[in-house]
């Protein structure tokens, strides 16, 4: 078979042959921390590096035991946590593979679409604005071509290439069209031979990472310094050093929360696979927690609010105006003669201007190939009948500040009345008849847009003229011929409106900002109710220069449309609002785009059908182009946050009840048993707790997620210090000592006295069993800040389920008849003991409820 030619590009035959030879067209494997440095790293923060020093002192005190068993929590806790770090970063590489980079190629004379990782050596490459250079390239032809190469070169001004000139692999085009041959793919590229390659600039670390070095700092210090105070009291109030060194060490371990950064990062990983479930794939796991916190979404119309399912609604020409029939992207029905003849110039003047088309699949029946707009236009043309239409001889490609493209082509008539070249150009109608010759049928068309534009319809203007020296002008965009108006509807997604409305419950602001015509997306914004009453309707152009002013211009309830923005407008709007103090979502789809997606606190992308250099400035891409997703992903960011903190109420309680036995037996100058010792305290922080405080952090959203405006707090506030150190954690540290004191009494034990072992062991399993009770209780009480403990159904969170009864599994197994048991010096409870568990549970959940009511929202 002989090769095609240069502009054909490969035959299917020809590429699927060249792809089993050279293989996928695949980049190296990028590189990675070493999996032996990342355990490391979990093996040296700041709560291991207290844990390891606790274990050195304990050897230095000849307490053997005691330093074994921190060694292992410590190493348990590490092996646990690089385990979550680990599959989260495999998790982000197969959700990774759910927006494969998509190129356009010539095949068999037709341009088609593939995934970029079946492109070979050879084929003919077309490229335009927001594209990825997915393999070496040579220039065959541009058209205004721009290219950004920084991420190579460092230069941030984009270069022009001249025909005949290499494009690279992992450079942008940022304007103009081109096509372009491959030569080299995958690893044979100059992007995979280079070493070292900055990728972007360093971001600020997130709320959560600030929050979550604040509470380590925290907790860190007050763990270290009541340590060293209780025990150092102790033995200024005559213990022996020992037992006061036992007392600190014992307090600061149960105040060190070992299982805290494992349940974050397994939470947020949760968070982020369920958000995929959503088809919202998260590009950084910290912006899980930034989703939460989001206050203002500034969204796009086409694709987003609407379904993006174009298809060509009405033509109007000078001659008159046809309706059509929808068709969706089937071409075979032709339109009948008289809407044929009215429509047909302006049909294939359209069609000429783009490059999108319909395609069938055996599946899928007939659907868009490229930009659905550019497919619906070209099923118009398809309808009307009528030649091939020629291969343009030049191009004028789309730009942000023309709004219009333009292709010159053979004239099919030459010489009748006309030059050898006809002009074709396509646009908004305002950009298109500004360069148009002035007169009624222009004025006419200006009137009918806007008409058109309110109905909710997405208006173009076609225009064009023949000349002989189109291909030597260099601005041959003027005096042109109007030849009609074509009108395109697409209908708002079925379910944005109720997606709105729950932004509007969540207390979160929202604004369209589009490049489409003011009418057009006003019209849209109130049926989806983003627009209602008195909220602003406004020009690009019109925006105050000024931050404050903008931010206080769209910060409004009834929302706001900013219609005909360029990127620099909505570069500008990100800025102003995360200035004013909104934490802002912005979406984009865009190669300019990037810079208002990188600028906003989430950048949202769309995965199906933006550019590749929008979903790599982004934080969230969705792979649905959908509105709703959006709104998903904001109530699993905040339920993150709120399981976050769940789990700090959890832990803190169980503190508190591990802490009361050690400023017991100080207070009472050793007079009073110590009712756990420190092997104890470490077997309910890992042993009993961790499982169940996992679990809360997988707890699902609660149906009134999105009630109310996101609060402006940190991880450890007030009012969770008040619920955990003040209500919850003095119960059940008030259960256990009573639990241990009832027993010790009942033994025969009195004040002052020395217990006999057996029966301080079966005393000492009676407060360890009911604090693990008491933490029983406890996690499902942490389920909710409103509701009672008894009100909660278990089906809302099963893996909770499992963890409580892992949770009393583990208490047989501590307190048991095995091994465990003596190591920590707790034996079975007596019925006294059982009774004094029961009891610790029921106080924990009573509390609760009492303070629920009485903090309760009226």
């Known amino acids: 078979m002989s090769e095609p030619g240069p502009g054909a590009g490969l035959t299917a035959a020809q590429a699927a042959r060249r792809l089993l030879d050279d293989g996928p067209n695949l980049m190296p494997a990028p590189a990675r921390p070493h999996p032996v440095r990342q355990l490391a790293a979990q093996m040296t923060h700041r709560f291991a590096g207290m844990l390891w020093a606790a274990a050195a002192l304990a050897v230095l005190a000849r307490m053997t035991t005691l330093a074994v068993a921190i060694v292992v929590v410590v190493l348990v806790n590490g092996v646990f946590a690089f385990g979550q770090e680990y599959r989260a970063d495999r998790a982000a590489e197969r959700l990774g593979s759910l927006v494969?980079?998509?190129?356009?190629?010539?095949?068999?004379?037709?341009?088609?679409?593939?995934?970029?990782?079946?492109?070979?050596?050879?084929?003919?490459?077309?490229?335009?604005?927001?594209?990825?250079?997915?393999?070496?390239?040579?220039?065959?032809?541009?058209?205004?071509?721009?290219?950004?190469?920084?991420?190579?070169?460092?230069?941030?001004?984009?270069?022009?290439?001249?025909?005949?000139?290499?494009?690279?692999?992992?450079?942008?085009?940022?304007?103009?069209?081109?096509?372009?041959?491959?030569?080299?793919?995958?690893?044979?590229?100059?992007?995979?031979?280079?070493?070292?390659?900055t990728t972007a600039t360093a971001r600020d670390r997130t709320p959560l990472a600030r929050e979550l070095?604040?509470?380590?700092?925290?907790?860190?210090?007050?763990?270290?310094?009541?340590?060293?105070?209780?025990?150092?009291?102790?033995?200024?109030?005559?213990?022996?050093?020992?037992?006061?060194?036992?007392?600190?060490?014992?307090?600061?371990?149960?105040?060190?929360?070992?299982?805290?950064?494992?349940?974050?990062?397994?939470?947020?990983?949760?968070?982020?696979?369920?958000?995929?479930?959503?088809?919202?794939?998260?590009?950084?796991?910290?912006?899980?927690?930034?989703?939460?916190?989001?206050?203002?979404?500034?969204?796009?119309?086409?694709?987003?609010?609407?379904?993006?399912?174009?298809?060509?609604?009405?033509?109007?020409?000078?001659?008159?105006?046809?309706?059509?029939d929808s068709s969706d992207y089937d071409p075979g029905p032709a339109l009948p003669p008289p809407q044929r003849d009215t429509v047909r110039l302006a049909a294939r003047t359209a069609a000429l201007c783009v490059q999108g088309r319909a395609v069938h699949h055996t599946r899928a029946g007939w659907v868009a190939d490229g930009d659905p707009m550019e497919a619906a236009l070209d099923v118009l043309d398809r309808r009307c009948g009528g030649p091939a239409r020629p291969r343009p001889v030049r191009r004028l490609p789309y730009t942000a500040s023309r709004r219009r493209s333009a292709v010159v082509t053979q004239a099919l008539h030459p010489g009748q009345g006309g030059g050898s070249h006809d002009l074709h150009v396509l646009g908004a109608p305002e950009a298109v008849l500004a360069v148009c010759r002035p007169g009624t049928d222009v004025a006419a068309a200006a009137h009918r847009s806007d008409e058109l534009a309110a109905l909710g319809l997405r208006v173009l203007a076609v225009a064009g003229r023949p000349a002989d020296d189109l291909l030597a002008e260099s601005d041959p965009e003027h005096d042109l011929q109007l030849i009609g108006l074509i009108a395109l509807h697409d209908p708002p997604r079925p379910d944005v409106a109720d997606a709105v409305s729950a932004c509007r419950e969540a207390g979160i602001r929202l604004i369209m900002v589009t490049?489409?015509?003011?009418?057009?997306?006003?019209?849209?914004?109130?049926?989806?109710?983003?627009?209602?009453?008195?909220?602003?309707?406004?020009?690009?152009?019109?925006?105050?220069?000024?931050?404050?002013?903008?931010?206080?211009?769209?910060?409004?309830?009834?929302?706001?449309?900013?219609?005909?923005?360029?990127?620099?407008?909505?570069?500008?709007?990100?800025?102003?609002?995360?200035?004013?103090?909104?934490?802002?979502?912005?979406?984009?789809?865009?190669?300019?785009?990037?810079?208002?997606?990188?600028?906003?606190?989430?950048?949202?992308?769309?995965?199906?059908?933006?550019?590749?250099?929008?979903?790599?400035?982004?934080?969230?891409?969705?792979?649905?182009?959908?509105?709703?997703?959006?709104?998903?992903?904001?109530?699993?960011?905040?339920?993150?946050?709120?399981?976050?903190?769940?789990f700090l109420t959890y832990h803190l309680t169980d503190n508190v009840a591990e802490l009361a036995p050690f400023v017991l037996w100080a207070l009472g100058g050793g007079n009073v048993p110590l009712a756990i010792g420190v092997l104890q305290v470490l077997a309910l922080d890992i042993g009993t707790d961790l499982l169940p405080a996992l679990a809360l952090g997988a707890e699902p959203p609660h149906a009134r997620t999105l009630h109310g405006p996101v609060r402006a707090e940190h991880l450890i506030d007030r009012g969770l210090l008040v619920r955990a150190l003040g209500i919850l954690g003095p119960a059940e540290a008030a259960g256990s000592l009573a639990t241990f004191l009832a027993v010790l009494t009942v033994g025969g034990w009195s004040w002052g006295a020395a217990p006999a072992p057996a029966l301080l062991a079966t005393a000492s399993g009676s407060a360890f069993a009911a604090i693990v009770v008491g933490q029983?209780?406890?996690?499902?009480?942490?389920?909710?800040?409103?509701?009672?403990?008894?009100?909660?159904?278990?089906?809302?969170?099963?893996?909770?389920?499992?963890?409580?009864?892992?949770?009393?599994?583990?208490?047989?197994?501590?307190?048991?008849?095995?091994?465990?048991?003596?190591?920590?010096?707790?034996?079975?409870?007596?019925?006294?003991g059982w009774a004094g568990a029961l009891a610790t549970g029921a106080a924990v959940a009573v509390v609760d409820g009492v303070h629920k009511a009485v903090t309760r929202p009226r």
């Open 776 to 832: 029983m209780v406890n996690a499902v009480a942490c389920r909710s800040r409103t509701r009672p403990a008894w009100t909660l159904r278990w089906r809302g969170n099963r893996l909770l389920g499992w963890a409580v009864v892992s949770e009393l599994a583990a208490l047989v197994l501590f307190v048991g008849p095995t091994p465990l048991a003596g190591l920590l010096g707790g034996t079975w409870p007596g019925p006294v």
């Open 100 to 197: 494969p980079s998509r190129v356009r190629v010539r095949r068999d004379g037709h341009p088609v679409t593939c995934d970029a990782t079946d492109v070979v050596a050879g084929d003919l490459v077309l490229l335009s604005a927001g594209d990825r250079v997915c393999a070496d390239l040579r220039l065959v032809e541009g058209h205004a071509l721009a290219v950004d190469e920084s991420l190579l070169t460092g230069e941030s001004v984009a270069v022009r290439p001249t025909v005949g000139g290499r494009l690279l692999c992992g450079t942008f085009v940022v304007e103009g069209e081109a096509e372009a041959v491959v030569e080299l793919t995958g690893a044979r590229t100059r992007l995979a031979g280079i070493a070292a390659l």
């Open 213 to 324: 070095d604040r509470v380590v700092r925290t907790v860190s210090t007050v763990a270290v310094v009541v340590g060293v105070a209780l025990g150092g009291g102790a033995a200024l109030l005559g213990l022996d050093l020992v037992d006061g060194f036992l007392l600190g060490l014992g307090v600061m371990v149960a105040l060190v929360p070992e299982g805290l950064l494992p349940t974050v990062t397994l939470s947020l990983a949760r968070a982020a696979q369920r958000m995929a479930g959503r088809h919202a794939l998260v590009r950084r796991l910290d912006a899980v927690e930034t989703l939460g916190a989001t206050t203002f979404i500034c969204t796009d119309k086409t694709g987003t609010l609407t379904l993006n399912h174009m298809t060509v609604a009405r033509v109007w020409t000078p001659a008159g105006e046809q309706v059509l």
């Open 515 to 646: 490049g489409d015509h003011p009418a057009t997306a006003q019209a849209v914004a109130r049926q989806v109710g983003l627009l209602r009453g008195e909220g602003a309707a406004l020009l690009g152009t019109d925006l105050p220069a000024d931050p404050a002013a903008l931010a206080a211009l769209l910060d409004r309830p009834s929302g706001a449309v900013v219609a005909r923005v360029t990127p620099e407008d909505k570069l500008r709007i990100a800025r102003a609002l995360h200035d004013a103090g909104h934490v802002v979502a912005m979406t984009g789809d865009g190669v300019n785009d990037a810079p208002a997606l990188r600028a906003a606190d989430v950048g949202v992308a769309m995965g199906a059908g933006g550019s590749d250099v929008a979903r790599e400035a982004a934080d969230l891409v969705l792979l649905d182009d959908h509105f709703g997703t959006i709104v998903a992903a904001v109530e699993l960011g905040r339920a993150t946050t709120h399981n976050i903190r769940r």
